[in-house]
């Protein structure tokens, strides 16, 4: 029997035309430029991240003589690292020594040099090292001398700025079996630590080519022994403290590569001031409160660990790209990135005019620390540590507040199901790039220690980062077309929370780096309907902007031995990227699109409905 139609008392059959349907669909709808706002501004936060890592160009031999030269400054770099110069090669250290000291005499200054035991066997830090050494090194270095040079610019005040580096070239080597030995070695020290050496003389060159008196006095210490246990830093703590009752601000430079930029990665403690002077005067830095954070927790030491249980006010840089020739052979001039070079001297011939000829210049002591990072290069986002502790709490019970509000309606089954399906993806990719780093290691393709040429490990990292963030994206785009999402959506925004506490307790400087795109998951899920893809662009580009950079970064620091752990970190940002993509993006619910027309087309809706309702009965 075929049924009819029941039509409303007094109303005219309901006639609906495909172009009013489409219509109504084409305003019910977020429009394509809705949607591509957020993938835009993703793909403006990598812009602006990875900008932060670009180089200056290397500026000529020519250049005005106020400023710092990259061309310039490798005449130092070639004439001290024109043959390997560590402590334990007597003859060649000795010639690096007097080049060092020819390089400020043609200044016109005249350098002291500090002659203290290179071992003082009567400590039992410096008997520590001294038992590492092989037996016949130890009768030839067992009375040496390490020798430190130092030079003192006047100013008109007595407080002082120190700029240090190291001049002996590294002693460690890898045998055959990849062991790590204290022999004379092989590294010319072109970055290690010519980089230092060269950019402090330049530095200086500089400044006198002022040719005005400075405000503030200079100390240059370019220390001894710093490769076997920071001896000459040691003995300058041990034995000339008094030296250094003015100095308000020591700078070191280190390096632990060639290339890349020229990190800010180390400051004393309580950096409010300090880490808030150098960002004030520094053009173009490349520093986050990420790198000190992690630098406290890891085993590397430079000359500032002598220097800071003194009490100093400390800023630390180095270079950390192309690791693979620290310590090594190819530590050599040919190896130089001028780029990195001249970063190095923009930044410390900054900081270096700004105290030199400021007469008020700023105490630089304070009682808390500071939180920052570069959004994109020239514009860096710096608060004090209670503000970064809020932002935690804030991230945290927006996360969970999320999920709170939502508790009733999701399938826990799957949030767990959720948590263990992005869990083990992350963990596999680690892990295989890891066995596949061990694996190369084994079978000599790669340096057992870390040190040494290893082309494969841009590969390995790489790798395992896109089949990570692969299986990653297509497990939450899966679960969000399975109508999963809201579950996906709490099961990373549980992890986040969880992850966020922490990073918060133990590294709080760090703790921006996940706060942050926390924070913005979660009130881009908060966000209402209509503004929600404003607010997801502005997620998407916080998300790529913070975490592009410190993704390469980590890299660059830890790859060498241990690249299971960055490809862990460069997986992290990829759900919570893709569910920010995904909400701003995505369509309006049906029952949200049926009522988006006018009321007075609300009523016959309504009837056809109904009627429809009635027909199928």
């Known amino acids: 029997m075929k049924a009819t139609l029941p039509l409303l008392p007094h109303s005219p059959p309901i006639h609906v035309r495909k172009a009013d349907t489409m219509t109504v669909r084409r305003f019910s709808t977020p429009g394509l430029a809705r949607r591509l706002l957020a993938p835009i501004a993703a793909l403006l936060g990598l812009v602006a991240g990875l900008s932060v890592l670009i180089l200056p160009s ?38 690096a020594r007097d080049d060092v000291v020819g390089m400020f005499s043609d200044l016109g200054y005249t350098p002291t040099v500090h002659s203290d035991p290179l071992f003082d066997l009567s400590n039992p830090e410096d008997k520590e090292s001294f038992e590492t050494l092989p037996a016949e090194l130890q009768t030839e270095v067992k009375d040496a001398p390490a020798e430190t040079i130092v030079v003192d610019v006047p100013g008109k005040s007595e407080r002082a700025m120190a700029l240090v580096a190291h001049y002996d070239s590294s002693t460690v080597e890898e045998d055959e079996d990849g062991v790590v030995r204290k022999i004379p070695g092989n590294s010319y020290g072109a970055s290690d630590d010519g980089y230092g050496v060269a950019a402090i003389v330049e530095t200086l060159r500089a400044i006198k080519a002022e040719g005005r008196q400075p405000e503030n006095s200079l100390k240059i210490v370019i220390t001894d022994g710093e490769e076997v246990g920071l001896v000459g830093a040691r003995n300058e703590m041990r034995h000339h403290r008094a030296d250094y009752e003015n100095v308000d601000l020591v700078l070191n430079l280190e390096a632990r590569g060639t290339s890349g930029p020229a990190l800010m990665f180390e400051t004393s403690s309580n950096n409010s001031a300090v880490a808030g002077y150098f960002l004030s005067h520094v053009k173009q830095p490349v520093a986050g409160s990420l790198l000190p954070s992690l630098y406290t927790r890891m085993p590397n030491t430079t000359d500032m660990a002598a220097f800071i249980p003194e009490g100093f006010t400390v800023l630390n840089i180095a270079a950390i790209g192309d690791a693979e020739h620290y310590h090594h052979p190819t530590d050599a001039p040919r190896y130089v990135d ?51 502790t809020g932002l935690g709490c804030l991230a945290v019970i927006a996360a969970l507040g999320v999920v709170a509000v939502r508790a009733r309606s999701l399938r826990w089954k799957r949030v767990l199901g959720s948590v263990w399906g992005l869990t083990w993806r992350a963990a596999f990719a680690s892990a295989a790039a890891g066995l596949v780093q061990r694996g190369a290691m084994a079978m000599k393709w790669a340096p057992v220690s870390g040190l040494g040429p290893n082309p494969l ?72 309907r209509r503004v929600r893809p404003v607010v997801g662009a502005l997620a998407a580009f916080i998300i790529v902007a913070i975490l592009a950079p410190a993704v390469l970064l980590i890299h660059e620091m830890l790859s060498l031995t241990a690249v299971w752990v960055t490809v862990f970190f460069a997986i992290v940002p990829v759900a919570p990227l893709a569910l920010v993509l995904l909400q701003a993006g995505s369509r309006c619910t049906r029952s949200t699109t049926a009522w988006t027309t006018s009321s007075s087309d609300a009523a016959p809706d309504s009837a056809a409905t109904a009627g429809r309702a009635a027909a199928t009965t």
């Not at 900081?351 to 620390?369: E, H, I, K, V």
């Not at 785009?477 to 990373?492: C, F």
């Open 58 to 95: 290397p500026a000529p031999t020519t250049a005005d003589p106020t400023t710092f030269s990259a061309e310039r400054a490798m005449a130092a770099i070639n004439r001290l690292a024109d043959e390997p110069h560590s402590v334990l090669r007597r003859e060649a250290h000795d010639r």
């Open 338 to 388: 001028h780029s990195t070079l001249q970063h190095y001297g923009d930044q410390v011939l900054g900081l270096t005019r700004a105290w030199a000829f400021d007469g008020q210049a700023p105490t630089l002591t304070a009682d808390g620390n500071l939180h920052f990072f570069q959004l994109w290069r020239g514009l860096t986002v710096r608060y004090p540590a209670a503000v970064g």
């Open 457 to 528: 490990l841009v590969w390995m990292f790489a790798g395992g980062a896109l089949i990570g963030a692969g299986l990653t994206t297509h497990f939450v785009v899966r679960r969000w077309k399975e109508g999963t999402g809201q579950e996906t959506l709490a099961a990373v925004l549980l992890l986040l929370a969880a992850a966020c506490v922490p990073l918060m307790v133990l590294v709080s400087g760090a703790a921006y780096v996940l706060v942050l795109p926390t924070l913005a998951l979660a009130l881009t899920a908060l966000a209402p």
